[in-house]
């Protein structure tokens, strides 16, 4: 049974638990299966059961925070302070935190409660969670199987029970595939509305910091307290951050007839044929409701996978050129007495894993002298073309619906010697950040295989409440098939 925050909220303000029993009961999750599917990287015992006291007195005194009652893992690229920072890998060997990224300093004025720090694929770089100076993270149902990445860490610590809320990181779908792969509910919310100011940078034109939880009302309840403008950022929107929760509620009785979008390619080859039938019994009970589904074609969606890797290589390579030894990073042992240029090549080649190194490689031919124009101007140009088509699309219907994979959780091992057939995995997923809009993955059954299929949700800019509302609609429907 995957823990709902809300539910332990209101156990815990109804007084029918407490917060020392919900970390507990988290605890003794970990010590019977963390070992074996190292989700979570560090745990914070001691610090979480004497917060667990704090929190509870707030409680018993009726000054609970909004987020009391929610016990979280962070991925492993959020500042916390006095707390490690590794984004899995070997070059931040050494790194403590001096300062609490603004997600985690507003969960913690929220009272909400860190348990821990969650795997990840090294950087962000990955969609399998295979990559990580940890050693890879296992699917919770099946250990056999990848739990997805780079999150991969932050959903299997919520789908094995660890915790009821995580943060993760989705620059290219890396919250929504691996909440896809385990069977839970992960927003990634528009570009710049939740401060970026403390997480370890991977592609910043692409990088959101994203939640995941066992419902959308959950996700809903964590995205109220850390979305809003932050002078730290200076992308963060200004946007007012609506009351997610009380607004979902106030609608749910008086739900217009919404309109939805498919673009037909998506459905067609190199999806798995059950996600698809399942999509499409999603889509015909949303019509049975009265809603419309009408085809938009977008065909310059086909061309985000290249998009992608072109533009957030490209960033990459900037934004990891400042672990070079000297200023930041892990130094090699070897480089002692060694020329500049040298303590920054052992440093970097022993430091960085392979997947990160390919990135940086092929990010800076993209931006080399010669190759500029040819790769980085012409995708610059290609994500106009794909963030105007979803303008477009947007002016037509509320939400475009699509899968979020093209496979269910697969096989350890099945595509990390084979990094095409590792990219091809985010399909889906890329255009949402090359674009800038709001998009989510709900659970909607499963596959004959056993495991878990997600939907996809994608709304305008700004428009997490439209995506919510969404969300809970399919929520109800896929949970009325379960009957
Ligand atoms: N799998 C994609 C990549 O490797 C997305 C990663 C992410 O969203 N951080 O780039």
Redesign the pocket.
């Known amino acids: 049974m995957i823990p709902s925050f809300l539910s332990d909220r209101k156990a815990l303000l109804e007084g029918t638990t407490t917060l020392l029993a919900l970390v507990q009961r988290s605890l003794d999750a970990i010590d019977a299966t963390n070992d074996e599917v190292n989700a979570l990287i560090d745990v914070y015992r001691e610090e979480s059961l004497s917060e667990a006291k704090r929190i509870q007195a707030k409680v018993d005194k009726g000054e609970a925070g909004p987020l009391a009652g929610a016990i979280f893992s962070i991925k492993d690229l959020f500042a916390h302070k006095n707390h490690r920072l590794q984004s899995a890998s070997k070059i931040l060997d050494t790194f403590t935190s001096v300062y609490d990224a603004t997600v985690v300093e507003r969960i913690l004025a929220a009272d909400g409660l860190i348990l821990g720090r969650a795997n990840q694929?090294e950087f962000?770089?990955?969609?399998s969670n295979e990559y990580s100076v940890y050693g890879p993270c296992k699917h919770p149902e099946d250990y056999q199987r990848v739990p997805g990445?780079?999150s991969g860490g932050s959903a299997a610590s919520i789908a094995a029970g660890y915790c009821n809320l995580s943060l993760g990181?989705?620059?290219?779908?890396?919250v929504r595939?691996p909440a896809a792969f385990c069977g839970i509910v992960g927003l990634k919310p528009s570009y710049g509305r939740i401060s970026r100011y403390g997480l370890a940078a991977?592609a910043s034109s692409l990088d959101t910091v994203g939640c995941f939880g066992a419902t959308v009302e959950d996700v809903a309840a964590c995205i109220e307290v850390i979305a809003g403008q932050d002078v730290h950022d200076m992308t963060t929107l200004s946007t007012e951050v609506p009351s997610y929760l009380q607004e979902l509620q106030d609608r749910d009785s008086t739900t217009k007839s919404l309109r939805f979008g498919i673009n037909p390619s998506w459905f067609s080859e190199g999806l798995d044929p059950e996600i698809k039938h399942q999509i499409e019994w999603i889509l015909d009970g949303l019509k049975e409701q009265g809603h419309e589904v009408k085809e938009i074609a977008m065909p310059a969606q086909s061309a985000s996978l290249s998009t992608y890797y072109i533009l957030?290589t490209a960033e990459a390579s900037s934004n990891l050129a400042r672990y070079d030894g000297i200023h930041a990073g892990y130094r090699s042992a070897q480089s002692e007495g060694a020329k500049l240029e040298d303590v920054y090549t052992l440093s970097r080649s022993e430091g960085f894993g392979p997947e990160v190194k390919r990135r940086i490689l092929l990010g800076t031919y993209v931006l080399s002298k010669g190759y500029y124009d040819a790769y980085y101007g012409k995708a610059q140009k290609v994500r106009r073309l794909i963030q105007r088509e979803y303008e477009e699309a947007f002016q037509q219907v509320d939400a475009m619906i699509l899968p979020t994979t093209p496979t269910t959780a697969f096989k350890a091992g099945e595509k990390v010697d084979d990094p095409l057939s590792m990219?091809l995995?985010?399909i889906y997923t890329l255009a949402a950040?090359l674009s800038g809009i709001t998009a989510m993955s709900v659970p909607i059954g499963r596959h004959s295989n056993g495991m878990p299929i997600g939907i996809q949700i994608q709304t305008p800019v700004s428009d997490e409440l439209g995506c919510f509302q969404v969300g809970t609609l399919i929520e109800n429907l896929s949970s009325k098939e379960k009957q």
């Open positions: 694929d962000g770089m990955g969609s990445g780079s990181s989705d620059t290219g779908g890396s595939q991977y957030a990219y995995n985010d950040n």
